[in-house]
């Protein structure tokens, strides 16, 4: 069964202090892992897709890398407006059909 | 990029009854999905809706408990049978824009309270 863990359940930050979000995943083959961030209401966006060990991908200021076991979220010099869940999810090579499956996010804060 | 537009955005329902969310995409789309995020948990697939066919169920999940429509390449609803507390949660309909099925668009989301 496919697994996601992501660390730590909260995270609060002051405005540019850089931090890293984990996400630990268990999965039979990989397809793709995701990220995506949901703000309170809404439903998530997605940020970024990642294929294979080694792979980084960046945005503005956020750059999200991958091994074989986990997957790392880094903040760099955050604002307040990155406030947010952020939510990490696998896509397995041998899952029929396309079922994503998420962790439960880390829920990031930014005071400035 | 699509827009995706769903209704209710929030509805409080009484044990028993049965409440359909609507959802419409702004352009076609061949796969379209309907999640739940029950409170304080990660969201969860309960059902692929392609045009034309069947839903496909993830496991523990039925469609008894969840019919689902796609009558066109630009609309779904998702029911919620016989409702109970339980079943209060987000629902939420999404769809792959591209050939990447991971990458998805998602509604903001039902907010259904189970009373």
């Known amino acids: 069964e496919d697994q996601v863990t992501q660390s730590p359940e909260a995270l609060r930050l002051q405005e540019g202090e850089s931090s890293s979000l984990n996400c630990s995943y268990t999965?039979?083959?990989?397809?793709?892992l995701f990220w995506y961030r949901q703000d309170p209401g809404k439903g998530p966006e997605f940020l970024f897709t990642?294929?294979?060990a080694g792979e980084e991908k960046e945005k503005e200021r956020l750059k999200a890398t991958l091994t074989k076991k986990e997957s790392f979220l880094h903040i760099t010099a955050p604002k307040p407006e990155d406030s947010a869940t952020y939510l990490c999810?696998?896509?397995?090579?041998?899952?029929?059909?396309?079922?994503?499956?998420f962790g439960e996010g880390t829920q990031l804060t930014v005071n400035p | 990029s699509a827009v995706i537009s769903q209704k209710p955005s929030r509805d409080i329902c009484q044990r028993g009854t049965s409440l359909t969310i609507q959802c419409q995409v702004d352009s076609q789309v061949t796969m379209m999905f309907w999640y739940r995020q029950q409170p304080g948990q990660s969201l969860t697939l309960i059902a692929t809706a392609n045009q034309g066919s069947e839903a496909t169920y993830e496991s523990g999940f039925v469609i008894d408990k969840f019919p689902i429509s796609r009558p066109n390449l630009t609309f779904s609803t998702l029911t919620v049978s016989n409702m109970s507390p339980e079943d209060s949660s987000i629902y939420l309909c999404s769809v792959a824009w591209g050939t990447n099925t991971g990458e998805l668009f998602f509604g903001e989301g039902s907010r259904l309270t189970v009373l």
């Open positions: 999810a696998v896509q397995a090579s041998e899952t029929s059909g396309s079922r994503l499956t």
């Open positions: 990642l294929y294979s």
């Open positions: 999965v039979s083959g990989l397809r793709g």
